[in-house]
């Protein structure tokens, strides 16, 4: 069974920076593609970054390009997004997700809250 855990979002303030992380299991990790999303309230889902599962290739949002960085730790099947120089409008429940054919796993969210 694939399964996905997002952690490490919290309180920080305006500049600062954190560094989610995504555990998996359940599944070969370098055949997927990976991607972390985030939703903020009244908002419709965003894609922060996309890696593709044939030759690894990152594609980022424009609204975090250039701050946020993803990496991946195959030995432990672990996604990381490294956030930098947060603003305001990156508050939002951060998802960690997956996906190889049809099939589309998600991680149930974390919380980051970029505050003055």
């Known amino acids: 069974e694939v399964q996905l855990q997002a952690s490490g979002g919290g309180l920080v303030q305006v500049g600062g920076s954190l560094r989610l992380s995504c555990a998996t299991s359940g599944f070969t990790f370098d055949d997927y593609a990976i991607g972390w999303f985030r939703q903020a309230p009244g908002k419709e889902r965003e894609k922060i970054v996309c890696i593709n599962s044939y030759d690894r290739n990152i594609k980022y949002g424009d609204s975090v390009k250039g701050r946020f960085t993803i990496s991946t730790d195959s030995r432990k099947n672990t996604v990381y997004l490294q956030m930098n120089r947060l603003k305001p409008e990156d508050t939002a429940v951060y998802y960690c997700?997956?996906?190889?054919?049809?099939?589309?796993?998600w991680g149930q969210g974390t919380q980051v809250t970029v505050s003055s």
């Open positions: 997700n997956v996906r190889r054919n049809q099939y589309v796993y």
